[in-house]
């Protein structure tokens, strides 16, 4: 289902990207069904002058939906969302809204500070972003308190669904997270990037036992290689960098995980996720690097990532390559061929 409305009798196609075609954000009740399953962290791709290109955003994000990806957001970490402007990021929502065009929900970053936070939640609103993720604050030491106020006014700022990200700074306690959920009624789901999954078993143990299961969706924010420890550990869904460039990998992750079927998952996490997180281990921000070299090498516009992250070596970038093609990953020609191939219905 998607969430068009026609403002001037105009339909938005998949790839089309007219905005003459209005589209509403998700209220933050309806999100919450819709964030269980595999969120696209897409790339920021940049221009030959260090631009952002947004034609290339679109093209990028526009197949994400038709491959069993619940959600997009953009921009994201491996998007840049620290080496972007406010405009930047703006621009990065607003044209990803435009090629996704309702058929998920787009989620837009934002963070630093809490005016810049709640300034940034603004814009992703008035871009058309159906949700916020709220990373935490640029200050490595925060108030408990502090940090609860923080995400607070960010939340207040907008009326779409907030999703505070815990990690780094932002070290959350059972008691900390129960006041938020109370105190916040557009919290709408929690993402931990920690890598503590018995912290994150007893928060969500904790909000469950005293605000009900319903009141948060909990999402797995580490990556793709820590799937099994989370979802054993209760999480619904989560985000996945992976999915830039194979979303279907990133939909396998989630069917294996969600049916409980573990022995599965650990064969198809040591055949197609361990590898990239093996090479993602060789440099500082190879997080971010690989998967734009990956996006690359698959002929997707990229470009190169902006300071202080760097850039693959030759010997690296030559065993990424063997391993796309040893497991067979859809090159960008080869989806512009099987796209060329569905009927028009099925490609609006």
């Not at 997009?72 to 406010?86: C, H, M, R």
């Not at 999954?197 to 797995?220: K, S």
């Amino acid at each position: 289902m998607t969430r068009l409305q026609l403002s001037r009798g105009r339909v938005v196609g998949a790839t089309g990207y007219d905005v003459g075609c209005k589209i509403l954000p998700m209220q933050p009740d309806l999100l919450r069904a819709r964030l269980r399953g595999a969120i696209a962290f897409p790339i920021t791709p940049f221009a030959a002058d260090g631009s952002v290109d947004l034609d290339a955003v679109r093209r990028n994000a526009a197949f994400l939906p038709g491959h069993g990806i619940c959600a997009v957001v953009a921009p994201s970490g491996t998007g840049e969302l620290f080496g972007l402007s406010p405009d930047e990021c703006a621009a990065v929502t607003r044209a990803t809204v435009e090629a996704v065009a309702g058929r998920v929900p787009v989620i837009a970053s934002v963070g630093f500070g809490p005016r810049v936070g709640a300034e940034l939640a603004r814009r992703a609103e008035a871009a058309g972003a159906d949700a916020i993720l709220m990373l935490p604050p640029y200050y490595a030491n925060p108030d408990p308190q502090g940090l609860v106020a923080y995400y607070r006014e960010i939340a207040a700022a907008t009326s779409l669904g907030v999703l505070p990200y815990a990690r780094d700074a932002a070290a959350f306690t059972p008691a900390i997270l129960e006041e938020l959920a109370r105190e916040v009624p557009n919290l709408v789901a929690f993402k931990d990037g920690r890598g503590d999954v018995r912290l994150f078993q007893r928060l969500r143990e904790h909000v469950i036992e005293r605000l009900g299961p319903e009141r948060l969706v909990w999402l797995a924010g580490v990556g793709d290689d820590l799937v099994g420890a989370y979802f054993a550990a209760g999480a619904e869904g989560f985000t996945s960098s992976l999915a830039c460039f194979w979303p279907e990998a990133s939909a396998e992750l989630y069917r294996l995980a969600s049916s409980g079927d573990f022995g599965g998952l650990l064969a198809y996490h040591a055949r197609v996720v361990r590898p990239f997180y093996e090479l993602r281990q060789r440099g500082r921000g190879f997080e971010v690097s690989v998967m734009k070299a990956a996006m690359d090498l698959l002929g997707h516009p990229a470009g190169p990532p902006r300071p202080p992250l760097g850039q693959l070596s030759e010997r690296d970038r030559q065993d990424l390559a063997a391993l796309l093609q040893r497991l067979g990953v859809p090159t960008a020609a080869d989806r512009a061929t099987a796209a060329a191939k569905q009927p028009a219905a099925a490609r609006a």
